[in-house]
Nanobody, 121 residues
Framework: QVQLVESGGGLVQTGGSLRLSCAAS????????MAWYRQAPRKQRELVAS???????NIADSVKGRFTISRDNAKNTMYLQMNSLEPVDTAVYSC???????????????WGQGTQVTVSS
């Protein structure tokens, strides 16, 4: 069974930093694209950043210049470095990955359980 487990969330003051991690575990063949989403209370879920298996990245305009996405394919882990955090960044952050569980099959979508990030003013 494939699992994505996030860690690194918490409470931080405005201007602070946090680093989120998302580790994939279980039996699978390879991981394609990975991404971070977030959902604030009473708001729709939004894409924060994504990264391909080759390392190409896409960052939402709302966090560009403050957040950096990266991944370590050897560790099957993705990271989100969040700097200059603001109260508007408060949300549950979830990781997403497209994972091939077999060599010939199509990729399936997997989600982590989410981690809370709270930025106090």
């Amino acid at each position: 069974q494939v699992q994505l487990v996030e860690s690194g969330g918490g409470l931080v003051q405005t201007g602070g930093s946090l680093r989120l991690s998302c580790a994939a575990s279980g039996r699978f063949f390879t991981i394609n694209a990975m991404a971070w989403y977030r959902q604030a209370p009473r708001k729709q879920r939004e894409l924060v950043a994504s990264i391909t298996s080759g390392g190409s990245t896409n960052i939402a305009d709302s966090v560009k210049g403050r957040f950096t996405i990266s991944r370590d394919n050897a560790k099957n882990t993705m990271y989100l470095q969040m700097n200059s955090l603001e109260p508007v960044d408060t949300a549950v952050y979830s990781c997403f990955a497209q994972i091939h569980t077999t060599e010939l099959g199509s990729a399936s979508a997997y989600w982590g359980q989410g981690t809370q990030v709270t930025v106090s003013s």
